[in-house]
């Protein structure tokens, strides 16, 4: 039940109890006039039928008919009978003056006419339901007018907490940018400014945050690409020397079995350590976007993914990728390959299909593996953090889908700068 009809509520309750005690006090005092005024009337009751008997001609109906609290009823039927009571007035008659009060013997007069002369309560019964009627009449009016300036009152201050509920489900699905209006009440100001505040507060925050995560992602990339580097011109290339001075010493030394294995020993160990030090260049910066085109990049990491992971791995692509900046690159490339590892490690596929293409203004990717999927989504970890970065670094959109045994699917798309 919303606050207003609570309100609402206990005002009907308040405004029926206070008319059930204003009718009990009115009935009351109600009780007792009537009592009082038919005690009088009981005395021209008397006198009526004391002159009745002496003289039967003072009862004549246009002398008895005006009469208020009296009842004069003839039992010849020379006049109207008595009109039948309502079961309402007759309730309220009997508990206002009690019906043994109201009894009276019938009068033989000297005519041998039988007339019966009575207390009549009906006039005040009257009277009495029209001060009910009009209790219950006002009482409704300012009923009506409480409801109707409680509602014109309590929806001033709903207004305002609906704006905020709105404001706050904004700001839990990430929209820092809303702010409530300026409010007339004092307290509505109060809560409106503390809300803009915080929001305020909240979105500088966050964008204190996504800048120092961009630097360190750019840091991050730096060093590994200065790393990588040096590895692949330093290491790397003694490597190669180291390699093709034992292939040289093994055309020399065919003679000795020994030396001949030494030196093959020496080969497979230099041929694993180039291996290992290709994958660690690989992991740290990836070289080939210097040297290769994005898409070649793509399908490069792909096949050597399909290769080391033993899943097959289809991959489309349209015909004219888009140019991007070097960094957008890099994070597309390393989004793409976490997402690869995590279908390696987590999701059990034997099959995943990678898609990139260009749709309208937007690049979207899209990597879907057979795998066996879950009821819901993960708590975030650092990959999957870590993508949710590079994709608001690329000013994208990552969502992430699955259900069991329909394995994972993740979406990407990047908004492509106008030309």
Known sequence: MSALWRINLLVILFFSLLAVV???MLMRQASYDVRRELSAAQVVVDYLREAALRDPGTLESELTRGLRHVRVHWLDGTALPAPQADPLD????AWLYPPAEQLAEPLRLADDRQVLISVDPR??????????????GLFGLALLLSLLVIRWAVRRGLRVLD?????????????????????????????????????????????????????????????????????????GQYLCGIRAQLLLL?????????????????????????????ALI???YPVVLER????????????????????????????RLPVLSVSHQVHLYRLLQEALTNVARHAQASEVRVRLRVQGSRLSLLVHDNGQGAARLPRPGIGLRSMLERARCLGGELRLRTRPGCGWLLCLSIPLEES
């Open 22 to 24: 204003c009718m009990a």
């Open 90 to 93: 007759a309730w309220l008659g």
């Open 123 to 136: 006039d005040e019964v009257d009277e009495v339901w029209d001060s009910l009627v009009q209790l219950l």
């Open 163 to 235: 704006e905020l509920l709105g404001g706050l489900y904004q700001v839990s699905q990430g929209q820092l940018q809303v702010r409530l209006p300026a409010y007339s009440l004092q307290e509505s100001q109060l809560l409106a400014g503390h809300f803009n505040g915080m929001v305020a507060t909240l979105e500088q925050v966050q964008a204190d945050n996504a800048e120092l995560t961009q630097a360190l992602l750019a840091l991050q990339e730096h060093e590994r690409k200065h790393l990588a580097l040096a590895l692949h011109d330093d290491l």
């Open 250 to 278: 093994r055309s020399m030394t065919a003679q000795s079995q020994a030396v001949a294995l030494t030196v093959r020993g020496l080969e497979d160990n230099c041929q694993h350590l180039q291996e290992s030090f290709r």
């Open 282 to 284: 690989r992991d740290l």
């Open 292 to 319: 290769l085109q994005l898409g070649d990049a793509i399908q490069l990491l792909t096949e050597q993914w399909q290769g080391a992971q033993g899943i097959r791995c289809h991959l489309r692509m349209s015909e």
